[in-house]
């Protein structure tokens, strides 16, 4: 538990995992400012504890302004725009939002003496090919939104090295639960999916949908994120963080629908370029944390399922910039998207 004295800067926490974090930063006791553009999150999503700032972490003068009223013990930073496939084809908008931004907070980090610099990462940092994914292999991420995540764990090793600058990295992976944002048509695969059955649509799957994902509650990830710093052995160290068994796409439709009780009403789509399998492992993270019971796919489907209905469906937000290069874009995709001139 914090002492109560700790006070922590959460980005993103307007979003899922962002929010959730604070809350959990919250409860043990901790001072939270909480930040965010609210360009993929939600106002309602922040804790009414926390002090809220709006802003962009690309201006590095807004983010300087962060520490006006203080240093902060910790920083958490989960602002980011986490689209895989959509980042090839926005590249310049990915290195701007998930690299320069996070540089920006790395910079006022060190010079207001944070003990403690706590980063979500991805599994896109492995790439193909590597699993179960292990902190110990050498990192070949394959698409933009990946190399800028890799890019930041390098940064803040450097910066530990030239500064003392201490860090810990989690690399999360396919996180769902309540607050998640199901009308983004590009990230994450279970809001999409209940999202269409509430709109009485189809849910659309990539391929054969034969794709294997460790879906992972954000009660499983939000905690140990939020009490890295306390955990001496987590100091300067990099974590898988999620759930250990891997469902198909075609599961997990299966899952969602009976959750909602409709029928599994698939459409396959074009195979698009993506990572086949992708699952972890999490020894080294259940070694420095301990080990707890996770919630199993059935019951976090059904948690979010249940928060998704009090809500209804949402209409499908729009990518907030432009698409840079339109070739090769999933059908799918190209006919609710801007294109760059």
Known sequence: MADGSSRALVTGAAGFMGSHVADACLEMGMEVVATDDLSGGFIENVPAE????E????DADFVRSLWDEGPF???YHLGAYAAEGLSHFIRSYN???NLEASVNLVNNAIRGDAKRFVFTSSIAVYGTGQVPMREDMTPMPEDPYGISKYAVELDLAAAHHMFGLDYTVFRPHNVYGERQNIADPYRNVIGIFMNNVLQGEPMGVFGDGLQTRAFSHIADVAPVIARSPLVEGARNEVFNVGADRAYTIME??????????????????????????????HA??????GTEEPVSLEDGIARMADWVKQRGPRQQLEFPGEIEVSINLPPSW????TLAS
């Open 334 to 337: 190209a006919a609710r998207v």
């Open 55 to 58: 802003g962009d972490l690309r």
């Open 73 to 75: 013990d910790f920083v």
């Open 95 to 97: 290195y701007r939002t």
């Open 252 to 281: 997990l439709a299966q899952t969602i629908a009976d959750a909602l009780a409709v029928e599994a009403d698939i459409v396959h789509l074009e195979a698009r370029n993506e990572v086949v399998h992708a699952f972890s492992d």
């Open 284 to 289: 080294k993270l259940q070694r420095v944390f």
């Open 50 to 53: 926390a002090v809220w700032v």
